[in-house]
């Protein structure tokens, strides 16, 4: 869990930057984190896409599963369900900022996608990635609603450690093949985040996680039929 340790860590030290030095950072500043962060998303999701697409058994699994998963997305429409909760929940300055703090931090594909690759392959790169993120996310956060965004950090060590051991009972019966498909769709994700956070091209991501799905399913299917034709 060394991955969810270091998250919730730079979220506290974000938190504390935020709370004591937040109304001093100049935005030209905070824009400057953000682009570096939104630049090492991107780079690091095409990476991930390109090392593992060839791989793939399946190459053109991962496009139906973001033309499917995407497709769902949309008609359950997530991005718009997860704005509603932000507004929800904030009946206060703080609560909106830590209902904002927790959904940002939570969901999310490092976030969801981190704890499972370090759980099966011992690799924290995504949740290094998602650390950094977050310790600018909740810098500027807690700059306007106080210490109080540090509360988030025991939210994510709960999400991610439970997400985390439960892929670690998992792990033994996930398919490399699956992993390797999960990857390449996750990949695509996380460079769509680095683009919207580069405000190069808007990207609803959120609608965009069901695509994480499909490869499960699709693996689960082949299963059966190999059941049934053995």
């Not at 099966?120 to 290094?128: A, H, I, K, R």
């Not at 060590?157 to 439970?162: D, E, N, T």
């Amino acid at each position: 869990m060394l991955g969810t340790i270091v998250n919730v860590s730079t979220i506290l030290a974000g938190t504390l930057v935020g709370g004591f030095f937040g109304k001093k950072i100049k935005e030209e500043y905070k824009d400057a984190m953000f682009n570096a962060v939104g630049l090492a998303a991107a780079g690091l999701g095409i990476s991930t896409l390109c090392s593992n697409l060839p791989k793939s058994t399946y190459p053109v699994l991962f496009i139906v599963s973001l033309a499917l998963g995407g497709l769902l997305g949309s008609v359950l429409d997530i991005d718009k369900r997860f704005n509603s909760l932000v507004t929800k929940f904030g009946k206060s300055d703080l609560s909106r900022g830590l209902s904002t703090a927790i959904l940002l931090f939570c969901i999310g594909t490092l976030s969801i996608l981190g704890p499972v690759k370090s759980a099966v392959e011992g690799d924290n790169t995504f949740l290094f990635t998602n650390a950094t993120l977050d310790f600018v996310t909740s810098a500027v956060l807690a700059s306007t609603y106080g210490f109080g965004i540090a509360i988030a950090a025991g939210v994510l060590f709960l999400w991610q450690g439970s997400i985390w051991l439960l892929a670690s009972f998992l792990g033994p019966f996930i398919p490399e093949a699956l992993m390797t498909e999960i990857s390449i769709v996750g990949g695509v994700l996380i460079a769509c985040s680095g683009l919207s956070i580069l405000n190069i091209k808007s990207f609803k991501t959120m609608n965009m996680l069901p695509s994480l799905i499909v490869p499960i399913l699709w693996f689960g299917i082949m299963a059966l039929i190999g059941l049934f034709t053995a």
